[in-house]
């Protein structure tokens, strides 16, 4: 049976990702695509799909309460996954977090509410992260967040990931309404916004600038590949229990030195390119997940994270997708760059 899906936040890194993966994969789906088209939304991540069958963009904001009721009304369940999602941004201004990742959050809640008793209850995802968990001491490797791990949100952005994710569980607590979370690792893969510390040091090394490390590099990520993350959202979209929130990890956990060093191998360049630059304020030290209940509910496990070929396959992506990533970088991109880590 054919179904129709509301992706919010679809013309960013994993947002034009899930909606390739769907127009590629799943010929029973049909995607509306909303999304601002903030300074990490890009249209080019989207090349291709101007003309597909399946697939309709459509500019707009989560927070204007009527144009997500008029496009939730079209659709029989909505992935939500528009957001502010820099951590170093939302340490210069947390106001746009607040705004749209809460604020948005709850509009769309409030309109799919509103629809229901028109429509009957259509399900809303909401992709959040693990960073609503907080840190994990890197001394006690057998600590993993599992998702009734108390919520500690570190920053700014956390903060507001987590508050959404309250909105959620009281939207299903108050008013019974079909809606679940994924709390996913960090992501890599091609689209990703050269901000983010994969494509930043990719390119950097291209242009012959060096990376900036921060601190002592120690601090810890678990790493999943986003075609990986896609998949796990369709399985929980389509099977996890109604109110309930599935951690999503890829079992890759590295030090950023340790990716550092690697991706500078890579890239035939020596430790000489790295600028061991100030600590991000209250970075958190590790992140690691617990994956086991996606794996023993559903069925999910990641089959393209697996280090080094993942990490050889993106690096080559950004090689061989230059001036995408040039237009990226000499737009807005340089302010914000040069604010960050200085000229
Ligand atoms: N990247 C990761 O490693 C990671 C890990 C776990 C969870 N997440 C979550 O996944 C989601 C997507 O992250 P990403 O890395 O693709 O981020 P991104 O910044 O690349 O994309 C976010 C998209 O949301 C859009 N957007 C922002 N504000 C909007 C608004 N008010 N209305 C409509 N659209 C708006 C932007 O234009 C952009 O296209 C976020 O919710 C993030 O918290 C990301």
Redesign the pocket.
């Known amino acids: 049976m054919s179904t129709t899906w509301l992706l919010?936040?679809g013309?960013?890194?994993?947002?034009a990702n899930f909606a390739r993966f769907i127009c590629e994969t799943r010929p029973d789906v049909t995607l509306i695509n909303?999304?601002?088209?903030?300074y990490?939304?890009n249209l080019e991540n989207l090349a291709g799909l101007e003309n597909h069958p399946r697939h309709e963009f459509i500019k707009?904001?989560?927070?204007d309460a009527q144009l997500m009721r008029e496009l939730i009304d079209r659709c029989d369940a909505v992935v939500h996954?528009?957001?502010?999602?820099?951590v170093d941004r939302s340490i210069m201004d947390s106001k746009p977090f607040i705004d749209?990742n809460i604020g948005?959050t709850q509009t769309i809640l409030d309109e799919a509410r509103k629809l229901s008793s028109t429509t009957g209850s259509k399900r809303v995802l909401l992709?959040?992260?693990?960073e609503v968990y907080g840190a994990l001491p890197l001394d006690r490797p057998d600590l993993l967040f599992r998702e009734d791990t108390p919520l500690a949100p570190n920053s700014p952005y956390a903060a507001s990931?987590a508050s959404a994710d309250m909105l959620v569980r009281a939207a299903h607590h108050t008013f019974g309404m079909d809606v679940v979370t994924t709390r996913?690792?960090?992501?890599f893969g091609p689209y990703?916004?050269p901000e983010?510390v994969i494509p930043l040091f990719v390119t950097n090394l291209i242009e012959g600038r060096k990376v900036p490390l921060y601190g002592d590099g120690l601090n810890v990520r678990d790493w999943l590949h986003v075609i990986d993350h896609c998949e796990a959202i369709v399985r929980v979209l389509e099977g996890g229990t109604p109110g309930d929130v599935y951690n999503i990890g890829g079992n890759n956990e590295r030090s950023n030195l340790e990716l550092t060093k690697s991706i500078l191998d890579l890239m035939g360049r020596g430790d000489d390119m790295i600028q061991h630059v100030a600590d991000r304020p209250g970075h958190d030290r590790r992140y690691a997940i617990d994956a086991s209940k996606i794996k023993a509910e559903l069925g999910w496990e990641p089959t393209r994270s697996a280090w080094p070929d993942a990490l050889v396959e993106t690096v080559a992506w950004y090689r061989e997708n230059e001036g995408w990533w040039r237009r990226v970088k000499s737009g807005e991109y340089r302010a914000f760059y040069a604010r960050q880590y200085g000229a």
Not at 60 to 63: K, N, S, W
């Open positions: 919010t936040g013309a960013g890194f994993i947002g909303v999304d601002a088209l903030t990490s939304g707009g904001d989560v927070r996954m528009a957001a502010e999602s820099h749209t948005g992709v959040s992260t693990d990931k996913c690792s960090n992501n990703q916004f983010k």
